[in-house]
């Protein structure tokens, strides 16, 4: 009896969930490497002690939206902080998406846009990028408008690829279609040329970035969701009151007043990322791909077997299950300790 009181839309959804496994070296995340510096602990130590535990956190998060705000170059009312990025995505889609509308994802993307349409009752639809990886701009804003889309998610830098969409292409979608376009910024700082400075002009633009990936605290999950004005206003009728809590919030506001920090450390990734890759493309039989990200994804004869035999070597890096991706994996830019490694086991594995 209790199986009918679920979703009809849901009985064969499966839920993203995260394996426990056995590791010494974690490369499966696209998480940063680096820890937070001592003088930024103890600046988060001394702001947490000035905590009201007692108190509901500010429901606006308003002096770290602020802080944000200069940090990105847009104006604070025109961001909104969230529970992670995961929250901002089913906040839009469950503000957007009636029962049974259209999202359009591409193919390979991140799987949560398609999560979240379909646990808000909506549609999923995606479009398959090419074997290189690319989109073919032009068929997609077709499909877009022949199938009545509600709303378009891109990740850009994509997650897994690390391809990245022009400001020309997005522009092309954003002129061409009348649904909203989210462009997940999760990954820009490792890019450098957001969209974020088009939010004014682009009414159906929304831009979602996160302080997860480029400032090294996936552990806080604090997102933003940036838009104009109007389209705010309606979107934060779908956000809960007090969703960002205050420890989070005090934590956030530590991080993005060290901007020479974060950019610093989006420099060590990015010169980690070059040995990677570089190391990666010395390798015969495998396929790295250009990436934008502080991630690799690279092709395999046959990646399972390549993942179990790292996986027995206490390395976990993340593979796929679905066929379009049955035979990548994509490696997490690690330490230099940790990239050598990975490095010498993986040629090792393929000898």
Not at 44 to 63: C, G, Q, S, T, W
Not at 170 to 179: A, E, H, P, T, V
Not at 268 to 284: A, H, M
Not at 338 to 343: R, T
Request: proline fraction near 3%.
């Amino acid at each position: 009896m209790i199986e009918g009181l679920f979703k009809e839309n849901l009985k064969n959804f499966k839920p993203y969930t995260v394996p426990k496994l056995d590791y010494e070296i974690k490369l499966d995340a696209n998480e940063s490497f680096l820890k937070l510096s001592p003088y930024i602990m103890e600046k988060i130590l001394d702001k947490i002690n000035k905590v009201e535990f007692n108190r509901y956190p500010d429901p606006a998060a308003e002096k770290v939206c602020a802080l944000y705000s200069k940090y990105i170059g847009i104006n604070k009312k025109n961001i909104m902080a969230g529970n992670g990025s995961d929250e901002l995505i089913q906040i839009i889609t469950g503000a957007l998406l009636d029962k049974n509308e259209k999202i359009m994802t591409l193919s390979p993307d991140f799987s949560m846009y398609k999560n979240y349409a379909e646990t808000a009752g909506g549609k999923a639809i995606t479009f398959q990028l090419d074997d290189n990886f690319n989109l073919d701009v032009d068929k997609l804003i077709d499909k877009i408008n022949g199938e009545k889309i509600k709303i378009l998610f891109i990740s850009n830098p994509n997650n897994p690829t690390g391809n990245v969409l022009k400001r020309e292409s997005i522009f092309k979608i954003l002129n061409n279609c009348s649904c909203a376009v989210v462009m997940d910024e999760a990954y820009m700082e490792f890019y450098g040329e957001s969209i974020v400075d088009s939010i004014y002009e682009y009414e159906n633009l929304i831009v979602l970035r996160t302080c997860s990936k480029a400032m090294a605290s996936a552990a806080i999950r604090l997102g933003f969701l940036i838009t104009n004005s109007f389209m705010i206003n309606e979107i934060k009728k779908a956000k809960p009151p007090f969703n960002v809590n205050s420890v989070t919030q005090a934590l956030g506001e530590v991080l993005l007043s060290e901007v020479d920090y974060i950019k610093s450390s989006v420099e060590k990734i990015k010169r980690e990322r070059e040995f990677l890759v570089n190391e990666l493309n010395g390798i015969d039989k495998i396929k790295p791909y250009p990436t934008y990200a502080n991630f690799v994804l690279v092709g395999f004869e046959d990646a399972d077997f390549v993942y179990k035999k790292l996986l027995g070597n206490k390395i976990v890096v993340r593979n796929y299950s679905d066929n379009r991706l049955k035979n990548f994996l994509r490696i997490t830019v690690g330490s230099r300790e940790e990239n050598k490694i990975f490095i010498k086991t993986l040629r090792s594995i393929l000898k």
